[in-house]
């Protein structure tokens, strides 16, 4: 209702000047133009400037699943004592919970929200959502964001007992609930999938159309039956590749989201933003959350160390060489996929070098141009692989023979390691 309210002013200024104009050419051919009998006012032009917001506002977005007293799957689970608490330490410690909708609008550069907010979102589209957790944020008068699966909405193929149905759907919506994609069926986007009717693995060529249908028909499918705008997509279990972000991109979402927690800034990506998933058993990840700590975007997403051996690194680890403008190079395969432009090299006593990436054979190489000093040497390499991070660090060392005094140091401000 508040959406057609806030639409009708918009319709008539766009409609009458137009309306206007049409019927003045009519009448001037013919007759003299009467006085309009509608008095249109001249609206103002709205001001092309945008409004000054904070970009060094925060915002964590919290996601849960299910609201149930007694907890069985903590996992997906919470009661709704704790869920209360939560909603109350968010108001405890002046943390606005802002519409999802108002964060993209700030992403956007187009409305202001306050310095810590939040935004809650509950997946999947369990009853408990809309018959326990709803009433609860009513109360505290918080907005949230529902990102249903569109076959596990009753009476999808996959809904049941637990299941949310799409009048609830219709229910929230009208009172001010965003709803949102979890795709079709619910399952992991970046292969081909078991296909539970057919009981078999889809083949690669029905991959594409089947990926298509989840990405971008789920979000056809709760427009058209809720007549809303989807305009954000969470991947089922967090994953996803850079095929479905391409994909979803596609399909017009305006933000992609993931599981893991992350503090979100205005400049964090919108193609894959973290969100602090609630379990029962893991009441640190709430705490985490709103304690706005660490660092932004990336900073909590937990780091799947990868050991140098499997990425053919050069000089090798351990390694004595007498070069001291070595090739440094790794062979990133072994991180698995990797999100174009996320691969950082660092080199002890140089930081961050401008290391040359070949997403094709995923080979990272630095030339190292000055000599470099000291006794080793350690290289670190980050990137990001879908929803992690992978990093790998390892050292070689520098031959002593080659560190006589007049060769190092390599740069002014780089002083030789003392002995250990
Ligand atoms: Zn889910």
């Known amino acids: 209702m508040l959406n057609r309210f806030a639409l009708f002013p918009l319709f008539l200024a766009l409609s009458l000047p137009t309306c206007k104009k049409s019927q003045n050419a009519a009448l001037s051919s013919s007759s003299p133009t009467p006085a309009p009998t509608v008095a249109v006012q001249n609206t103002p032009a709205p001001t092309p400037a945008k409004p000054v917001i904070d970009q060094s506002a925060e915002v964590i977005v919290l996601g849960y699943h299910r609201f149930v007293n007694k907890v069985k799957r903590p996992d997906t689970e919470i009661t709704p004592a704790a869920f209360e608490a939560q909603m109350q330490e968010l108001k405890d410690k002046g943390i606005t919970v802002i519409p999802m909708q108002d964060f993209l609008a700030w992403k956007r550069g187009e409305k202001s929200i306050p310095p810590h907010c939040a935004v809650i979102t509950i997946d999947d589209g ?3 959502g809309y018959e326990v957790a709803w009433p609860i944020l009513k109360k505290f008068g918080y907005p949230v964001t529902m990102f249903v699966y569109t076959e596990g909405i009753k009476p999808g193929r996959f809904s049941g007992g637990e299941s949310m149905s799409w009048e609830q759907l219709a ?7 965003d709803i949102q994609a979890h795709s079709v069926t619910h399952q992991d986007l970046r292969k081909p999938p078991y296909d539970r009717l057919t009981k078999r693995r889809l083949s690669q060529e029905e991959y594409e ?5 989840e990405v971008a028909g789920s979000k056809q ?3 058209q039956k809720l007549g809303v705008k989807v305009n954000c997509f969470a991947v089922p279990y967090g994953f996803y ?3 479905v972000k391409e994909l979803a991109m596609k399909a017009g979402y305006e933000a992609l989201f993931t599981v893991y927690g992350q503090k979100l800034t205005y400049g964090s990506p919108t193609d894959s933003l973290g969100r602090y998933m609630i379990e029962a058993n893991k009441p640190k990840v709430f705490a985490e959350a709103v304690s706005f700590g660490g660092m932004a975007v990336g900073g909590s997403v937990p780091v799947a160390e990868v050991g140098p051996s499997v990425l053919s690194v050069q000089p090798a680890d351990g390694e004595t060489v007498k070069n001291l403008t070595p090739l440094i190079k790794a062979n990133l395969v072994g991180f698995g996929p990797i999100d174009t432009g996320s691969v950082v090299m660092r080199i002890s006593g140089l930081g961050v070098v401008p290391a ?4 094709k054979t995923q080979i990272v190489s630095y030339q190292v141009p000055r000599k470099l000093s000291g006794k080793s040497c350690t290289v ?6 879908g929803t992690k991070k992978v990093a790998t660090h390892w050292t070689f060392n520098l ?10 140091p390599a740069s002014p401000t780089i002083s030789p390691r003392p002995k250990k």
């Open 126 to 128: 369990y009853k408990s």
């Open 241 to 243: 590749n850079e095929h």
């Open 209 to 213: 159309p089947w990926l298509e249908n």
């Open 399 to 408: 031959a002593a023979d080659a560190l006589k005094p007049e060769e190092s």
């Open 380 to 385: 670190i390499i980050e990137a990001k692989s």
């Open 171 to 177: 229910e929230m919506r009208d009172a001010g609930a």
């Open 221 to 223: 499918i709760i427009e």
């Open 356 to 359: 040359a990436y070949d997403a």
